[in-house]
Each structure stands twice: as structure tokens, then as C-alpha cells.
């Protein structure tokens, strides 16, 4: 099974900050990569795919980028509505497997 | 649009069986393949199960082969899991996805507790 690694797994930011949430792949997924966010009591949302695809509706300060094993969510200005759980999850081999998530807290 | 509404979960016993459906409306259920997802109290999410657009094959996390089926009804775009032999640790939040490639959509939900 190919593990994924996400850091950190808290991060404490204030609203206008700049973040970066990183995901490391044991082996090469390719661009075979999903972000999701995760909020209590809502169904998980899809924001980017294919590594760096923006999902339709989804604000463009979310932004990915990586390929083979190293990639990163950047959100350029945090807004309120942000702060969640984020979650990267590899589809290029079964078993699909997530990382541990980031929770994104107010500092 | 594009719905998954759940229903079932609850409360079950320890060796005792619960069953999940998800319901799909918004568009056309038998041209996607399904999945399961859960996440258990204060945990990350975790994959459970996949089907295929036509039912005919099936992957289960090792967690829970063997007791676990996922199974679809394509006539009333339904989505199933039935959990047999149920254990503490199936404790969790449980999300029926649709997928393509990436989990584009996601039900709301369903809270099984396994307790006695």
C-alpha cells in the first residue's frame, strides 16, 4: 500500500495568512493526487484533483502543486470559512489511501 | 444536482450487523464506480470499500474483509454496505463517495457505534 504522509498536522494561522500543508507519497503517484476539506458535520469536500486541478467552484486562493512524491496545498489568504481539517489522498494505486490530515486552527 | 443521501447506522453490538444505504440522485448512478470511506472518532479518514459501476467487482480494506459486503442497486441508484461481525473499532463516521478518479462527491454521513 502506498502511505502518505502529511505535514503539519496542526497548524495554528491567523485570517489573511498565507499556509502550506505539505504530502509526501512512499512511492511515485504520479499527479494521481486529491485534496480534500473536512469540516464537523458537512460532507468532506473536493478542492483540487490531479494534483493541481481546481475543482469547479472551488476559490482560486486554494492552490496545488507537486508530482511523483512531494506535494503541497497552498491557501494564499486565509479566510475564516478555512479553517478545517485538510486531507490529501493518492488515487493512482488501490488500496486509495489518505494522509493523516492537518487541522487548520485560529491562532 | 448531484445528491448522495445516507441513512442507517445507529447503534450496534459487538458480533452484531448493521447496514448502510446512500441513496443517488442528480445523475446517471450506473456510470460510476462507489466507494465507502470512514472515520473513527478523533482519526483520520480511512478507505473501506469500492464497487464497480456494474457491481461485478469489489475491494474491501483488510480491516474489514470478511465482514463487510459493499453492493448496489443500479434500478433504484442505491449504494449499500452491510457490516457483519461488527467490533468496537468499526466505531466511526461513514461516507459513501462517487468517484472519479478523485471522490468528487460525498454523502452527509452515518454514525455507527459499536458498543454494548
Known amino acids: 500500500d502506498i502511505q502518505m504522509t502529511q505535514s503539519p498536522s496542526t497548524l495554528s494561522a491567523s485570517v489573511g495568512d498565507r499556509v502550506t500543508i505539505t504530502c509526501r507519497a512512499s512511492q511515485s503517484i504520479s499527479a494521481w493526487l486529491a485534496w480534500y476539506q473536512l469540516k464537523p458535520g458537512e460532507a468532506p469536500k473536493l478542492l483540487i484533483y490531479k494534483a493541481s486541478s481546481l475543482e469547479n467552484g472551488v476559490p482560486s486562493r486554494f492552490r496545488g502543486s507537486g508530482s511523483g512524491t512531494e506535494f503541497t496545498l497552498t491557501i494564499s489568504s486565509l479566510q475564516p470559512d478555512d479553517f478545517a481539517t485538510y486531507y490529501c489522498q493518492q488515487y493512482n494505486n488501490a488500496p486509495l489511501t489518505f494522509g493523516g490530515g492537518t487541522k487548520v486552527e485560529i491562532k | 444536482q448531484v445528491q448522495l443521501v445516507q441513512s442507517g447506522g445507529g447503534v450496534g453490538q459487538p458480533g452484531r450487523s448493521l447496514r448502510l444505504s446512500c441513496a443517488a440522485s442528480?445523475?446517471?448512478?450506473?456510470?460510476?464506480?462507489m466507494h465507502w470511506v470512514r472515520q473513527a472518532p478523533g482519526k483520520g479518514l480511512e478507505w473501506v470499500a469500492v464497487?464497480?459501476?456494474?457491481?461485478?467487482?469489489?475491494y474491501y480494506a483488510d480491516s474489514v474483509k470478511g465482514r463487510f459486503t459493499i453492493s448496489r442497486d443500479n434500478s433504484n441508484n442505491t449504494l449499500y454496505l452491510q457490516m457483519n461481525s461488527l467490533r468496537s473499532e468499526d466505531t466511526a463516521m461513514f461516507y459513501c463517495a462517487r468517484a472519479l478518479g478523485p471522490f468528487d462527491y460525498w454523502g452527509q454521513g452515518a454514525l455507527v457505534t459499536v458498543s454494548s
Open positions: 442528480g445523475f446517471t448512478f450506473r456510470n460510476f464506480d
Open positions: 464497487i464497480s459501476k456494474d457491481g461485478n467487482t469489489k
